[in-house]
């Protein structure tokens, strides 16, 4: 029985064979076999001025400001959850006469672009009226 050579053509060349191995060999990851030291970081904070679309979850808690107009249901700046989804913006129009009379005011649901405006945890209390309409942060002090 002299060596015989294979009957059965191989379906990748020898070329092919050596790049397919060095790739797999370049995927290969030694362990460190020390003992293990927890590593003890925060969370790394998103970026201010991060822009997030309505539906998106919130991907850091803090207040965030709505990139619309002025006549927004609740004001432009807002205190989201990690993990909450952002909200449309309501936007207020101008009353009709009827709507005048009755007290009303027409509300359109308008899918915005929330932008981070500062770090945050949960607020202690809400923001007063006047200040939920400004364009900056909240005066927390």
């Not at 936007?91 to 005048?100: A, D, T």
Request: net charge neutral; proline share 11%; hydrophobic share 30%.
């Amino acid at each position: 029985m002299n060596n015989k050579t294979a009957r059965i053509k191989p379906s990748i060349t020898d070329e092919e064979a050596v790049a397919l191995w060095d790739k797999l060999i370049g995927t290969i990851r030694v362990r460190e076999t020390g003992a293990a030291k927890p590593i003890s970081t925060a969370p790394a904070k998103v970026p201010l001025g991060k822009l997030t679309s309505t539906g998106d979850p919130c991907s850091q808690q803090g207040w965030w400001q709505c990139t619309e107009g002025d006549n927004i249901e609740g004001g432009r700046l807002r205190h989201f959850k990690e993990g909450e989804p952002m909200p449309h913006a309501i936007l207020l129009g101008e009353p009709n006469l009827w709507q005048k009379m009755t007290g009303d005011r027409p509300r359109h649901p308008r899918a915005t672009v929330w932008k981070l405006v500062d770090y945050d945890a949960d607020p202690m209390q809400p923001l007063p009226e006047s200040d939920a309409t400004k364009d900056g942060p909240p005066n927390m002090s």
